[in-house]
């Protein structure tokens, strides 16, 4: 199911906190639900109807970020949407050091 909201918005906001740059994204489409909510992450998750969704995003989202860019994402719900919050650091550590 794809909700439609009369005045869609989606606000970004990008800053610095200790090391790391932050990007929060929020919406204004209702937000997740609690039972749904940590599984949004996983491959193939999707709640659009059947030939509109991979359920593909925010799994190689999360994969990208976490495995490539050394960074973490979490969603919580927040006034009238759902709120992404990428954390990723500005100096990438090499592995091997
Ligand atoms: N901003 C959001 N607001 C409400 N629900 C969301 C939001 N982002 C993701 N979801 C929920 O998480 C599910 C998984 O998202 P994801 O981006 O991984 O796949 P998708 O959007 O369904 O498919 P695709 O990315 O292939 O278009 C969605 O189907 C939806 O239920
Ligand atoms: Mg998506």
Redesign the pocket.
């Known amino acids: 199911m794809e909700?439609k909201i009369e005045e869609a918005k989606v606000k970004i906001r990008v800053y610095k906190q200790k090391e790391n740059a932050i990007v929060q994204i929020e919406?204004n489409?209702?937000?997740?639900s609690e039972k749904?909510k940590d599984?949004?992450?996983e491959p193939y998750?999707?709640?659009?109807e059947e030939g509109?969704?991979?359920?593909?995003?925010?799994?190689?989202?999360k994969t990208i970020i976490e495995n490539n860019m050394g960074g973490k994402i979490s969603?919580k719900n927040c006034n009238d949407?759902?709120c992404?919050i990428i954390s990723v650091p500005l100096v990438i550590k090499d592995k091997n050091e």
């Open positions: 909700k919406d489409a209702k937000g997740i749904i599984k949004i992450f998750f999707t709640t659009k509109k969704g991979t359920g593909i995003g925010l799994y190689m989202t969603m949407g759902a992404f």
